[in-house]
């Protein structure tokens, strides 16, 4: 199981919301083995997501998403035989998607998950692709998936979400 970023880590109180999080986690497709959390599209968390994009720490688009996580894996991979590290199982990175998505979307959603499961925690949103192009990226484009690519914007999201497990 991943284990949150190191700064969350060290808060008791998030640690447990985190635990009970994962316990909500479902698998997201029908052919699917990943199991992730459901979650709804809250002001709070849209604001945690538009903060991202101004950052520049959101991406949008599957493919686009897929290419920088096989770039940053080739980059890990060297590191960790140079230095002789193990993966450290723990989130770096946030993969946000829509739950309007075809099966064949999320099979790849899938795929893409198990491939980068030691650092990559997948989200689905109750909202439409329509709904998050719009709000996050300002055109009438569907954008199905998403990406936080940088700590901060993960801390962000994570905590907001969790908050909202806590208050349900």
């Known amino acids: 199981m ?6 969350l880590e060290t808060d008791t109180e998030l640690q ?7 316990k909500s986690f479902q698998v997201f497709s029908p052919d699917g083995t ?3 959390p459901s979650v709804e599209l809250s002001d709070n968390l849209i604001h945690a997501l538009a903060f991202a994009r101004r950052c520049g720490s959101l991406r949008g688009g599957l493919e686009s998403i897929e290419t920088l996580l096989q ?5 890990l991979a060297a590191v960790r035989a140079k230095q002789k590290q193990k993966d450290p199982n723990r989130i770096s990175r946030v993969f946000l998607f829509s739950n309007d998505g075809s099966e064949r979307f999320y099979r790849h959603c899938d795929a893409l998950l198990i491939r980068y499961k030691s650092r990559v925690l997948g989200i689905k949103i109750n909202a439409s ?7 996050f990226f300002g ?4 954008v199905k998936a998403m990406l936080l690519t940088r700590k901060d914007a993960v801390i962000k999201v994570l905590s907001v979400i969790m908050a909202k497990e806590f208050e349900s």
């Open 16 to 22: 447990l919301l985190f635990h009970n999080l994962q």
């Open 71 to 75: 770039t940053e894996e080739a980059g």
């Open 129 to 135: 692709s329509a709904l998050l192009g719009k709000t």
């Open 2 to 7: 991943l284990k949150l970023p190191r700064s």
């Open 34 to 36: 990943i199991k992730v």
């Open 139 to 142: 055109k009438e484009k569907a």
